[in-house]
């Protein structure tokens, strides 16, 4: 029992050590449960073989050591050292056929946290879906069933956060949905089911880690407004100030971290699988869908964005208010901010107010903000559904929930302009122009079909009543020439389908384009004053003044070259770090295989026709040292042989 002990305990100190060898060797992480495993599967194999090679060797001779100790210790490190070697070329094989993965616990207890919960939601879903669908099928056999628009939008409802959100985003989309469908998702703007009073005051004590009545005097327990995120309560600072709070639901964030986590997942399996995937670009939308919503969870973004659209519009002499935030009651998860009195777009029922002239010009109001907003400022609001507009009863607009801001830099905002200009033009080359200056051109495009494609949607949409499926019909063409905008513009296009889908909520026949494309010249024109001009002809000038005054240095640098004949021109193909990596690492490889293979050359030379002294009663001294050229010849051919099976498939410092 005491041997089978010891030999196991050498055994797993054979494997250990062979794993770390094996990593050494190969200059790669060896994953230690294979490396282990498969070290003692070797020893375990080889130790039979290891004593019959030291017996035909004299070395042991009826199981004693017939040498002295130093030779005795050559050979046991050389028997070893094959058995080492053995074991790295079965890593090498096991990775060909199996590729392992270095293992982490964390990242793996992680990734099994991560399919519980995605297992449990899926089930959720599906348990909620197939009540729903049940109860829908009778109801709909006794005749009393809703009508399908109203079932979807509580199924999206009693889904959670991340669906009710979806759901708004779906509510501007008139040009993809049915107005029934887009007028019942208008509804989960607001009407969500509130959290528990108590469960809310618990929430903003532990924001505020202080009670409730050291900063707000009074607090309304019904809340106002109950969103998919968060739900806002009526308050008064101890000051008498009055405000709105806005407290983040609990677990919102672990139940989104799960649903964008199956969105994505299933967005992905959609642009792999499906060609309408593809062409809309399903895992793009899915992550910037799971971008923005992340950063709607952190209130921290919605203030510090508050806080930059109200200094904007007071430099503008927009009629548009933003609220003041009160940003030392403010966290991640609570906003505090100035209350406003009224009611949003999404909850206008006065039907002598709808459509009337009074309706137009608050529409035109904030349609020139919003525009001005775009092409002057390069900030705004891209988040305009119809419970992010407010309306109070003396008319003015309010702005709120800036979860989402847009920003356009300059060039970008001058381009914009000039292809709104040039669609109010119907210019369809200055039109063409400007798409190639904004996007990256595919190889082999036709600019010709390009031209002709847009002048064609310019010329169907010029003289009529224009509205948002211009910029839906520009991009499918940008799309079918494999053109792609920057995503600051696309963001442009998407916020303004929302805005006419809301402002069509208190003027139905309102038509934003048409209204914003009539600003367009007075915002190029603003966009082109004499003072911009002059500042940007000063840059130009300071520019080119810098570039003048070191000329002559640099043609006294290049005439002195000449003169002596030290000119030289420098041709760098490789002259980024992962392009020297590749080389590099292409060159080592190179010379290790020749290192390799010369050595196993000397080896079977030596072994075949080497003699010499003898180390034991069999073995001379030159096959000995032919074994040992042998083994490191063997280990770098190995090592050679990892490396390259690591870099197919790879581009230049690109590694599997």
Known sequence: MGEWFIGVAIALVFAAAGSWVAGRVLDAPVAWVRGIVTGFVVFALCAPLVLWALERSDVIVDGRLAVAGPVAVMFLVLTLGWVFAIVVAALVTLDVVWPARWWNPYPAMKDAFARRDRRRRYARIVRMLSRRGLAFRRAQRRGEAPALPTEVVA????????FVKLGQVLSTRDDMLPHEYTDAFASLQMDVAPIPWPDARAAIEAELRRPLPEVFGEIDETPLAAASVAQVHAARLVDGTPVVVKIQRPHAREQVTVDLDILQRLAADAEAHTDWGRDYGAAALAAAFAHALREELDYRVEASNTTLMRSTLSESESPIRVPQVYAEFSTSRMLVQERVEGRAFGRVADPTFIGSPEAVAVCDALVDSIFEQIALRGVFHAD?????????????????????????????????????????????????????????????????????DIGVVLTRVHGVEVDASLFTQLIDILRRHRLALPPALMLVFRTLGS??????????????????????????????SFKDAALTAQTFAAITAEGVRRAPRRIETLASGLERGTLSVRVRPFDSPAEKSWVDGLVGQLLTTLVGVVLVAASVILLVFGDGP??????????????????????????????????????????R
């Open 155 to 162: 199924a999206m409802s009693e889904a959670g956060v991340t």
């Open 384 to 452: 305009l559904h119809p419970g992010n507009l407010i309306l109070t009863d003396d008319g003015e607009v309010w702005l709120i929930d800036f979860g989402a801001v847009g920003i356009l830099e300059k060039s970008l905002r001058r381009l914009l302009v000039t292809m709104l200009l040039a669609i109010v033009n119907e210019d369809d080359v200055g039109a063409t122009d400007v798409v190639l200056m904004l996007c990256e051109p595919a190889e082999g495009l036709d600019a010709a079909a390009l031209q002709r």
């Open 499 to 528: 805005l006419e889908g809301t402002l069509r909520r208190i003027a139905p026949d309102y038509h934003m384009v048409e209204r914003g494309l009539s600003r367009v010249p007075h915002y190029a024109t603003r966009m082109a």
């Open 614 to 655: 003898l180390l034991t009663g069999d073995v001379p001294l030159l096959p000995f040292l032919g074994a040992v050229l042998g083994l490191g010849g063997f280990l770098l051919v190995l090592r050679s042989l990892r490396i390259g099976l690591t870099r197919r498939g790879g581009s230049p410092g690109r590694h």
